[in-house]
Structures are given as C-alpha cells and as structure tokens.
C-alpha cells in the first residue's frame, strides 16, 4: 500500500497532542459491507449502517478493492451522470483514468486524487487504462461523495487534479505515524484539494505500536476508517479491524492506535480520515443525484433523459458502454438508479 512514502519520517513538522485536549469518545464502530461496483469491481460500502447525519457533510464512501487483477480483469464503470454533489476519487495503488464531459480528467495513480465537482450536472467515466487491462494488477482506493448546500448545488461543474507530491505531509509525536493531508487544515497544516464544503480528509498509515493523537475541529464531525490493519480508536481503545468504520463525537482531538503485532499481509495499520462542518439540510438521494427535494432528484433525472446534463465528448462516442438516455430509468448499460451503492428509491432525511 505504498501511496506516498518517505524515507526519513524524523524530518517531517510532528503533530502533538494539545494541552488539556479531550480525546473523541466512540459512538459507533460498524462493519463495511462487501459487494461490487460499475462492470464489478470489489468494493467495501464504508457509510452502510449509518445515519446520514452523523456523517454530514459526506453521502458516501466506497473503498475500491484491494484486488489483485489478472490480465484482462481490471474493470471500472461506464458514462454516468451526477448532479449536486462532489465526487473525490483517491488512488492508493494501481492506476486509474477520468474523463468527463466538461474537459476535466486524467490519469491517477499512487497517492492521486481526482476532486470532481458535479454541480448543476456532469457526465463521467471513470476506467483503467487500456494497458492496465492487458498487463493486470494491484487496484486499491476509495471514492468519496461530499455533500454540497443548495446554494452551491447549481455551480458550475469543477475539476482538480492533485497530485501526491502536492498533499501535505506530517509525523505523529511520536514518529511512528505518516500522515497525508489531502485536504483542509490539520494543525496548521494544509492540503491541496480545494472544497466546496469545509472538510478535512488524511490517510495515515500507523507502524505496529504506534500512537497518533490529531487535533480536531470541535464543530467537525469525525470518521476513521480501517483501510488495514488492526488498532484501537479512542482513550478507551475501541478495538477496530479492516473494513471498520469508526464515528466519533465531542472532544478536539482524535485518537488512534496500532496494535504492536500485525498481520504480514498488512505489516501496518491504515487509516482514512474524515470530517466536516454539517451543511444541516434536508438531503435527498437517488442514484447519482443528491438533492434537497425528491422533487429536486426527479427533475435530475428528467433533465439527463433530455440531454440536459451534456453529451458525452465526440472522441469518446465509440467507448465501451456508451452512454444511453433511453428507456424508463435513464440507462446507461445499466440502472443508474443504483451507481456506487446508492439507493434504488429517493432516500430522504431532515
């Protein structure tokens, strides 16, 4: 799991814990489902089992395998569209393209990160590239879906494009943890991607026995998730694993441990990091759409049937699965109604 390493941690700025500060109590720790995403690539549905708003600002989180592809496996998702939200996609190993229909994309591959704002409407791809399908492959990263308000959810669509020298790069007090800012401010350090909404996001990656305690914005929620590894979460040391998602509450500092002996398929212990300020609004959802209103996603969904969300750019009209506004449920190559483990009906919340 390699993302972005360093060869001497010791000369990274350390974080240390604040005086007086009060660690994070544990309100949950659930458990990932697993299941496949796009043309059935592996995925852990890191949000499923937990209120929308405990994690406000964020809708959904998925982590992409890790798998280990023969050649001819590696597979991605279709045209789609999307519509009032932002998609972040973080590659930790393997390679990745992107491509939508307002210019953006490119290729990502260990420690990148692709940061799509759908705004009023988008269409995407997201694929491997076509010599990674030849040759096979280790894949393994995540896609984040991160709420924008109403006021936003009419902007134009965006793009970023951040690359893994450009993150932010830390040391727990005590040397034994790497932490990559990716986005937002974490002690006074800040990170490339520019959001629409206030986050913070950071992969860490804790050796066995490690400690890290990160100061945390009180008015942030806060989500750890265990890409690998096994640790403990807060001063009572929650006992967490692969695959665990961890919410935390009240306090300004997270804390999280390595456990001294690890797996030798999982030498150290990795964790992703989330918070953000609720944006406290009604949210629906369905498919790709993440409105206010069910009336809101219905009209999102109207308005990609009539061409409305754009059409897919010339050069890409003859790419695999194109895309197919036919057809009741707006289809293309199947149900967008169910994309990145969203619900099949409007799923609403106040």
């Known amino acids: 799991m390699p993302a972005i390493t360093v060869s001497d941690i010791t000369v990274l700025p350390r974080v240390t814990s604040t005086p007086g500060a009060i660690a994070r109590r544990i309100k949950s720790v659930t458990t990932a489902p697993q299941g496949f995403e796009g043309e059935g690539f592996p995925v852990r549905r890191a949000f499923a089992g937990i209120d929308l708003a405990d994690l406000d600002p964020f809708i959904h989180l998925d982590q992409m395998g890790e798998v280990e592809y023969a050649p001819g496996e590696p597979k991605g998702t279709p045209w789609h569209p999307h519509r009032g939200f932002e998609t972040v996609t973080y590659i930790i190993d393997g390679i990745f393209d992107h491509r939508d229909n307002h210019g953006g994309g490119g290729t990502i591959s260990n420690g990148d990160t692709?940061?799509?704002?759908?705004?009023?409407?988008?269409l995407h791809i997201e694929t491997p590239p076509e010599h990674l399908v030849m040759s096979g492959?280790?894949?393994h990263g995540f896609q984040l879906w991160v709420n924008l308000p109403a006021a936003k959810k009419w902007s134009t669509p965006g793009y970023q494009d951040l690359r893994a020298s450009d993150v932010a790069l830390l040391a727990s007090h005590d040397g034994g943890a790497l932490l990559r800012v990716i986005a937002g401010e974490v002690a006074g350090h800040v990170g490339p991607g520019s959001t629409q909404?206030?986050?913070?996001?950071?992969?860490?990656?804790?050796?066995?026995?490690?400690?890290l305690r990160l100061p945390w914005k009180r008015d942030y929620n806060a989500l750890v998730y265990t890409l690998a590894?096994?640790?403990?979460?807060?001063d009572a040391r929650q006992p967490v694993q692969t695959g665990q998602m961890t919410v935390m509450v009240d306090g300004d500092e997270l804390v999280v441990r390595a456990d001294q002996v690890q797996e030798s398929r999982s030498p150290e212990m990795e964790i992703l990091i989330l918070g953000g300020q609720a944006i406290k609004e009604p949210v629906a959802w369905m498919g790709p759409f993440v409105m206010n209103t069910k009336a809101e996603v219905l009209q999102a969904?109207?308005?990609f049937q009539k061409?409305?969300?754009g059409i897919v750019p010339a050069e890409h009209q003859g790419a695999k699965k194109p895309l197919n506004r036919s057809g009741e449920g707006?289809?293309?190559g199947g149900d967008i109604r169910g994309v990145h483990g969203a619900p099949t009906d409007v799923e609403e919340s106040k």
Do not use: N, R
């Open 330 to 332: 707006a289809k293309l």
């Open 307 to 309: 061409g409305k969300l």
């Open 301 to 303: 969904f109207e308005d």
């Open 137 to 139: 492959g280790l894949f």
């Open 197 to 211: 909404t206030p986050i913070d996001m950071v992969h860490a990656t804790l050796q066995p026995g490690a400690e």
């Open 229 to 234: 590894g096994h640790g403990s979460v807060g």
């Open 114 to 122: 692709q940061w799509m704002t759908a705004g009023a409407g988008i």
